[in-house]
Each structure stands twice: as C-alpha cells, then as structure tokens.
C-alpha cells in the first residue's frame, strides 16, 4: 500500500496528490513529498523506479527484512535501515520493526512491514504544525528519526521496571523461575543492543552532516538525537550489567538452598543412622546378648533411642542444620 503523507507545492502543504505527479513535484527544488509503502507490491516497486529512480539494489534491501542498520549513498539519494522497538511484558520479548528511509533532495520514502505509529504519529504533527515547521527534507528526516529514538526509553523503562521484579522475586521468595526470565531478558537486551550501535554510528555519521542533501541548520538536532541514542546504548549495557548481577546474586542463592537442604538431609540421616544402629544390635541373631532377659529391656532400648535422637535432633538445631 502507498500513501501520500506530505506533499508541499506553491509554499502549500497538503497530502491530497496522485502518486503519478510525485516526479512532477520532486522535480521542482521547492518542492517536497514523503511517501509512505506498506509492504509493497511489485506494481508499487514499479512505481518507486520510475517516479524516483531507486537503484535496484536499494529497493531489494529495503525488501528484504532484518537488515543492519545504516546508511547507503548513491548518486541521487541515501538509503538509511533504522528500527522501531515496542516490549511485550508478557513475552518478555522485545520485538523490532524495520523502516526503510530513502532520502532525496526534496522528498522521503518510508517504506515498512506493518503500521508504524511514529510514523503515523510524524505525519499529524506535520499536518497540524505545517505553518511554523520549516518543510525541508532535513527537518523532516529528523523529525522521523527523533521520534524512533525517543520511543527507545519507555521500552527501556518497562525492561527496567521488569528487571526489578525479577530481582524482588529472587530476593523475596525465591521464584524458580527467575533464572530463564533472566536469560530471556538479557538476549532481548542482547538483541536490541545489535541494533543501537549501528544506529549510533549512522546518527553519527547525521550529526557529521555527511549526509549532502541535509541543510547545515540540521546538524544541532541530529547532535541532540545522537546523544539520546547513545543514552539509550548506555542504558542497554546498564541493564544487561545488572541483569548479570542478578543472576549471580540467583545461583549463589540457590547454591546456599541447596546446601540447606544437604545438611537437613545429613541431619535426618544422622539421627535416623544412630537409631538404626541401635535397634540393628538388639537385632542379631545371636543366643546371648546382654540385657536380652530384663523384663523392661525393650522399653529401656527405646527410652533409649529416644533420649539418642531427641540430643542428635536438638544438637543439630542449636548448629541450624534443622
């Protein structure tokens, strides 16, 4: 599906244009267009070559999914990968959308799987503010790529947040479970880091202004956004670190449970041995075992006994072993 989200002709900035006239449009220099594709056809793909002039090895990166994130140059436009992230508390899942960006000297080209609500979000905020934004491609690239990264830290608040949990569920009452949440957690973080680094060094490369159709008045708010990205890269590592920590704090609490229940079961062992021991000597076959003839010799082994396993019981208690 393709959709015109910003067309801009005569100082006027509309969205109500057929996709036929976009080479009319990028064809003047004070024009601008943003078109967004939704999963395109090869129709639409089509389109894209005739009315921009896409490299093909341009549109077959942008097709196919999960590629790195970066920046491609060619010689009338850049293509640039980035993502959008969203976390799932009940997967304990981070899940990543691509969105491909191609970027000309007066239009953009967003291109992605399924429905973006940054991008969403961009064109209304474009459409109602059109009379004080200055429409030029750079500020709407930043635009676009400030509201990715900035839905980075919620999704890392909620990690945050779930991270806590783990930690107060091992500490509070020790959930079994808290050792495959924590390695689950750590991938995803592992996951999401793969794509912040990259996309560090293209909003580097942005702050640079190695980027030639972008305007110099640009390069402030890409500075901006890189530093956000490299906060968030920051965070990932924080976590991942804490996450770490948690599962050590997880096994050395688990090891000391595990020795708990070795040394009740040594203690049960002992006292269960002993009695054994006794009640095994006045159960040999032999003809002559002393006190085998005294009238209150059983109840006398078993007072015994009981004397035996009531010290061993208590002795083991004052050691908290039981």
């Given at each position: 599906m393709m959709r015109l989200l910003l067309t801009k002709r005569d100082g006027h900035i509309n969205s109500t244009c057929p996709v036929e006239e976009v080479s009319d449009i990028i064809a003047d220099p004070s024009g601008l267009v943003w078109l967004d594709v939704i999963a395109p056809s090869n129709d639409e793909l089509k389109v894209l070559r005739e009315e921009f002039g896409f490299h093909e090895l341009a549109l077959e990166d942008a097709i196919k999914r999960n590629q790195r994130p970066?920046?491609?140059a060619y010689d009338n436009f850049y293509l640039l990968v980035l993502y959008a992230v969203r976390f799932s508390e009940e997967k304990c899942a981070i899940d990543e959308h691509e969105l491909d960006i191609f970027v000309g000297k007066n239009y953009i080209v967003t291109m992605h799987e399924g429905e973006l609500v940054e991008v969403d979000?961009?064109?209304?905020?474009w459409q109602r503010n059109a009379a004080e934004l200055d429409s030029s491609v750079g500020v709407l690239l930043y635009s676009l790529i400030d509201t990715l990264i900035d839905d980075y830290l919620p999704v890392l608040d909620s990690i945050s947040d779930h991270a806590e949990r783990i930690e107060e569920?091992?500490?509070g009452h020790f959930d079994p479970d808290a050792q495959q949440q924590?390695?689950?957690l750590r991938k995803e973080l592992l996951n999401l880091r793969r794509v912040l680094v990259p996309e560090r060094d293209v909003l580097l490369r942005l702050s640079r202004q190695e980027i030639k159709v972008l305007d110099e008045r640009t390069e402030p708010y890409f500075q901006d956004v890189y530093d956000h990205i490299v906060r968030a890269t920051d965070s990932v590592d924080l976590y991942r670190d804490l996450l770490g920590s948690a599962l050590?704090?997880?096994l050395s609490l688990s090891s000391n449970n595990l020795n708990e229940v070795f040394r009740t079961l040594t203690s049960v062992s002992i006292?269960?041995?002993t009695l054994s021991?006794?009640?095994g000597i006045y159960g040999m076959n032999f003809e002559y075992i002393p006190s085998t003839n005294l009238r209150y010799g059983y109840h006398a082994t078993i007072l015994v006994m009981l004397i035996v396993g009531t010290s061993l019981?208590?002795?083991f208690h004052r050691k908290r072993w039981l």
């Amino acid at each position: 599906m393709m959709r015109l989200l910003l067309t801009k002709r005569d100082g006027h900035i509309n969205s109500t244009c057929p996709v036929e006239e976009v080479s009319d449009i990028i064809a003047d220099p004070s024009g601008l267009v943003w078109l967004d594709v939704i999963a395109p056809s090869n129709d639409e793909l089509k389109v894209l070559r005739e009315e921009f002039g896409f490299h093909e090895l341009a549109l077959e990166d942008a097709i196919k999914r999960n590629q790195r994130p970066k920046i491609d140059a060619y010689d009338n436009f850049y293509l640039l990968v980035l993502y959008a992230v969203r976390f799932s508390e009940e997967k304990c899942a981070i899940d990543e959308h691509e969105l491909d960006i191609f970027v000309g000297k007066n239009y953009i080209v967003t291109m992605h799987e399924g429905e973006l609500v940054e991008v969403d979000e961009v064109a209304a905020r474009w459409q109602r503010n059109a009379a004080e934004l200055d429409s030029s491609v750079g500020v709407l690239l930043y635009s676009l790529i400030d509201t990715l990264i900035d839905d980075y830290l919620p999704v890392l608040d909620s990690i945050s947040d779930h991270a806590e949990r783990i930690e107060e569920s091992i500490f509070g009452h020790f959930d079994p479970d808290a050792q495959q949440q924590i390695f689950t957690l750590r991938k995803e973080l592992l996951n999401l880091r793969r794509v912040l680094v990259p996309e560090r060094d293209v909003l580097l490369r942005l702050s640079r202004q190695e980027i030639k159709v972008l305007d110099e008045r640009t390069e402030p708010y890409f500075q901006d956004v890189y530093d956000h990205i490299v906060r968030a890269t920051d965070s990932v590592d924080l976590y991942r670190d804490l996450l770490g920590s948690a599962l050590d704090s997880y096994l050395s609490l688990s090891s000391n449970n595990l020795n708990e229940v070795f040394r009740t079961l040594t203690s049960v062992s002992i006292i269960l041995m002993t009695l054994s021991l006794i009640a095994g000597i006045y159960g040999m076959n032999f003809e002559y075992i002393p006190s085998t003839n005294l009238r209150y010799g059983y109840h006398a082994t078993i007072l015994v006994m009981l004397i035996v396993g009531t010290s061993l019981y208590v002795y083991f208690h004052r050691k908290r072993w039981l």
